[in-house]
């Protein structure tokens, strides 16, 4: 049966971080992605033709996450995928470019604290939700924009290594 259990999980060391410390967007190919991932289930590679733009947010502001659906009457279960991104700042080249990310179909690489990467968007892409662009109130208010991607996919967010997208990361910013 392919939904044995193979292990149990530890309660581990205290050597682990919450938040984001980098995004990575890029539109998905017609031809998709062309993930290769080893039998653990890690992308290894991602082939060419995706383009992705380093997005960094402020420290403690940005981050994703995989929220599993079951719904057992159905047999059903998918993972919804969410990323928030904060970016500081309004002008015109941030709000062109936001104005591209909603037209467009997505897949998103996260860095997180632990350094490790985390691919959103593998089969199904993700979208670019809403996004509020702000002037805040007060003096130590946001100035800038928050872009908020959903998605939905039939597995987990699996982990990427970064040599499976190096050579596809841009070094064009805003």
């Known amino acids: 049966m ?3 259990l193979t292990t149990g999980v530890s309660l581990g060391c205290r050597d682990n971080a919450g938040g984001v410390k980098e995004f990575y967007i890029a ?25 992705y733009f380093k997005y960094v947010p ?17 047999g059903t279960v ?3 995928q969410t990323a928030t991104i904060p970016l500081t ?7 062109n470019e936001v104005m591209l990310l909603a037209k467009a ?10 350094d490790k990467y985390w691919l959103l968007g593998q089969d199904n892409g993700i979208t670019l939700a809403t996004s509020q ?8 208010d946001r100035n800038g924009y928050v872009l908020n991607f959903e998605g939905a996919e039939p597995e987990a967010s699996p982990e990427v290594q970064y040599a499976a997208f190096s050579a596809l990361v841009s070094a064009t910013q805003i």
């Open 27 to 51: 539109n998905i190919p017609a031809t998709g992605l062309g993930i290769t991932q080893d039998g653990t289930g890690i992308v290894t590679a991602i082939a060419a033709g995706a383009t």
């Open 133 to 140: 662009a702000s002037s805040g109130t007060d003096y130590g």
């Open 89 to 95: 700042k309004m002008e015109q080249a941030k709000r």
């Open 2 to 4: 392919a939904c044995e």
């Open 105 to 114: 179909n997505l897949s998103i690489i996260v860095k997180d604290q632990n």
């Open 78 to 80: 998918f993972y919804a």
């Open 58 to 74: 402020r420290k403690k502001t940005g981050m994703w996450q995989d929220e599993i659906t079951v719904n057992d009457q159905n």
